[in-house]
């Protein structure tokens, strides 16, 4: 079992910046990835970008709309995964979650390979 606990949302203006934390523990080894993902207003939880974790290696994916804005990132010795968010924007607004994957097809950023999830933390951003 991992347990994952986010923190960082908040309200922002928009051009603004966010850094979301999600801090892993329990069975953080057998992770091949992590991930965040968002939920917008009226609209379905989608992707927003990944990193390798342990044998999934070190690498990171992101979805088209937020490349070049977020960065991902982790911490190993802290079991830490942190989401960068620049120039936000009001589209960017709702609640993001850390998910954990033991499949080697996290890259795919795929929910279904996403086991454990965090309760989310929300973000605003007002224009």
């Known amino acids: 079992q991992v347990q994952l606990v986010e923190s960082g949302g908040d309200s922002v203006q928009a051009g603004g910046s966010l850094r979301l934390s999600c801090v892993a523990s329990?069975?953080?080894?057998?992770?091949?990835?992590m991930a965040w993902f968002r939920q917008r207003p009226g609209k379905e939880r989608e992707a927003v970008a990944g990193i390798g974790m342990n044998s999934g290696g070190s690498g990171a994916s992101y979805v088209d709309s937020v490349k070049g804005r977020f960065t991902v990132s982790r911490d190993n010795a802290e079991n830490t995964v942190f989401l960068d968010m620049n120039s936000l924007k009001p589209e960017d607004t709702g609640m993001y979650y850390c998910?954990?994957?033991?499949?080697?097809?996290?890259?795919?950023?795929?929910?279904?390979?996403?086991?454990?999830w965090g309760q989310g933390t929300q973000v605003t951003v007002s224009s």
């Open positions: 329990g069975y953080t080894s057998g992770l091949y990835g």
């Open positions: 998910a954990a994957s033991q499949d080697g097809r996290w890259l795919t950023l795929q929910r279904r390979h996403f086991t454990y």
